[in-house]
């Protein structure tokens, strides 16, 4: 059959649809593209709130070129992958006996599953200067570069594992009970139940952990703000905590925003890489 | 925290108080500065006073933040936008070149002030590129505290410290022998100066940095070895002021660096149990140097978009007036920047230290560099202060890098050894 041409009816109440979406795209438009280009435009100028004098020159990538060739830029981005990675897999690993154990049923469930999220709920900072003055009293660990790191891995693990417990507890709620009967018919051990029944199916459930966890990791400032301040020196400096530092206090607008779209553009890869991964999972996570 | 709030409600406060200025009747000058506890009650008393007797000026108070980061990025932000109020700004003396330099803030010479009745040391930090442009309005310095129950007289040397600080502690009370403020900010930094002036040593010289110099070295090799030697403990490197002052008044610390205000909480008896016990002196020197106290305090300076700076000049004029410093030394313990008042004996019933030791002290202050960009060369050698104090690095390596980067941000900004490009 030869395609109809679009009448003027069809053509207006296009027309429409496109009316009704503007709104919407407008938004979409202003609140996080318009950032964006701003900061990418701010990060192509010499732009110190501090030194007037030097008015706010074009300077095309020397930011990024600064930023590139700054030693604490490369030691924040090793901190903040090393604290991801260290937090993150510890999360994981406890989240997910955590939501094994509160998967089974027993007497006053309710109230442990309950009570497992507290530190969650617990406001960061309050819980990064309960760790500080736990810390405090100790003598060395906040003022030694290796030793600084545990307060501040314990203190996230402490606090996001019950996240990723609950993520997990929910993703095993959706696994069928016949499978594991199934298994056990044929003879299968707890742990090959475990390998072969459980943790396929909780694949999903274990991406969308790893990545809210991880991209919260990358970000992460308030718990290090209060907690070492990045210190002793730079030793635990995240990234977000030094472009917060060029940003708001030496007040060096261009730079930091250099910074800013650096760590939004590692951010967004590792998004990506994820979605890819997580599209790739879900589709074999199914039986 | 979310930095970016923090930010935006700042700016608000800002856009805020431009809008709430009216004109009408008798000119108003705006003072902002600390409001909170007894300094805020004094400034009041001292700006309603100046309001009785001034008919044609209205005088109004807008609260800042108390914390020196937050009251400077407030600064900046109003300043920035050309904001025409407050009228009169309360500034550390750091951030006096910075404000000059960028043309926040006014010259003061027009106004004819009488700098020779101050001390030379508050001058000299206030003055950029030969005009002066705050007026100094209390002083702060950094002093030794010592325990007259544990010593017959105060340290004078570096070595002298060392050896009294390991008997005491050798015994186990006080448990600490010298506690100081180690954390990495702008406070490591005025520690690090007086050790630095004890031996001899300077941060910059014109645009050049000698911080790394044999002085700077032998400064933080001798602060190094206290931490490593026990003296002063490994915890003071996340210290702020009121930690020591916290372990000096529970009597854990048989010496103790900081500032002025401390003498009067630790005076109190039913909180302190160093009351009575403790006396002030100027820190202790070493080989080819002499005793020397950071300089720190408050500067009054007037906006430089104001429409009323003639106005602004009198409230200041008269804030600075001997008799007004004298209160404050009374009610809230700050040292007058005068020293005509030293020589006051009324001083001596205001102060809780002898006027004549507060005045030594104050003669030994050396100002921080004066360049407007300080407070980021203060960053770069606090962090490296901090690694060659945790261990991180050797003192002379920590101190080389930091020059170099420092070396680095002059030269950039034009206001390293090639000489001065700002006007």
Known sequence: ?287 | MIPGFHFRLMLWVGLLGCASETRSGPTTVTVSGSVLGAEGQILRRQLERFDREHRDIRVEMQPTPDAADLRHQLYVQWLNARATDPDILQVDAIWTPEFAAAGWILPLDRFAPDTAAFFPVTIEANRWQGELFALPWFVDVGMLYWRTDLFPKPPGTWEELDREARKVVADGSPRYGLVWQGARYEGLVTVFLEYLGGFGGRILEGGRVTVHEPPGVRALTTMRDQIRSGVVPARVLTWHEEEPRFAFQNGEAALMRNWPYAVAPMQDSASSRVAGRFAVAPMPAGAGGRHTAAFGGAQLAINGFTPEAGAAWQVIDYLTSPEQMLERARVVGQFPTRTAVFDDPALAQALPIPPARARQIVEAAVPRPVTPVYTQLSEILQIQLHRALSRQAEPAAALSRAASEMQALLDRVGLGRGGVAVR
Request: charged share 15%; aromatic share 12%; with cysteine.
């Open chain 1, 1 to 287: 059959m030869p395609s109809v041409e679009p009448r003027g009816a069809e053509r207006r109440e296009a027309r429409l649809a496109y009316g009704m979406v503007a709104p919407a795209v407008a938004t979409i438009l202003l609140i996080a593209l318009f950032p964006l280009t701003w900061t990418v435009w701010e990060s192509l100028h010499l732009h110190d709130l501090r030194m007037p004098w030097l008015g706010q020159p074009f300077v095309g990538l020397e930011n990024y070129v600064e930023v590139l060739r700054e030693r604490r830029f490369w030691g924040a981005m090793a901190h903040t992958a090393w604290f991801a990675a260290a937090s993150v897999s510890l999360e994981l690993v406890l989240g997910c006996v955590l939501a094994l154990a509160m998967n089974r049923t027993f007497r006053g469930r309710a109230l442990v599953r309950a009570s497992i999220l507290i530190p969650w709920a617990i406001p960061t900072v309050v819980a990064a200067l309960v760790w500080r003055f736990m810390f405090e009293g100790l003598e060395g660990w906040l003022t030694d570069d290796l030793g600084a790191w545990l307060p501040v891995i314990l203190a996230d693990t402490w606090k996001e594992t019950p996240f990723v417990a609950l993520l997990l507890l929910a993703g095993l709620q959706g696994i069928d009970p016949a499978l594991y009967e199934a298994a056990r018919i044929d003879g299968a051990s707890p742990w090959r139940q475990f390998r072969y029944v459980t943790l396929p199916l909780l694949a999903p459930a274990i991406l969308v952990a790893l990545i809210f966890r991880t991209m919260n990791a990358f970000r992460v400032f308030d718990l290090i703000y209060v907690l070492t301040g990045g210190g002793p020196g730079t030793a635990t400096e995240p990234i977000a905590l030094y472009t917060f530092n060029s940003l708001m206090h030496n007040l060096r607008f261009g730079y930091g925003s250099a910074l800013s779209v650096l760590v939004f553009l590692v951010t967004f890869a590792l998004a990506l890489g994820y979605i890819r991964l997580l599209g790739r999972g879900l589709t074999e996570g199914r039986p």
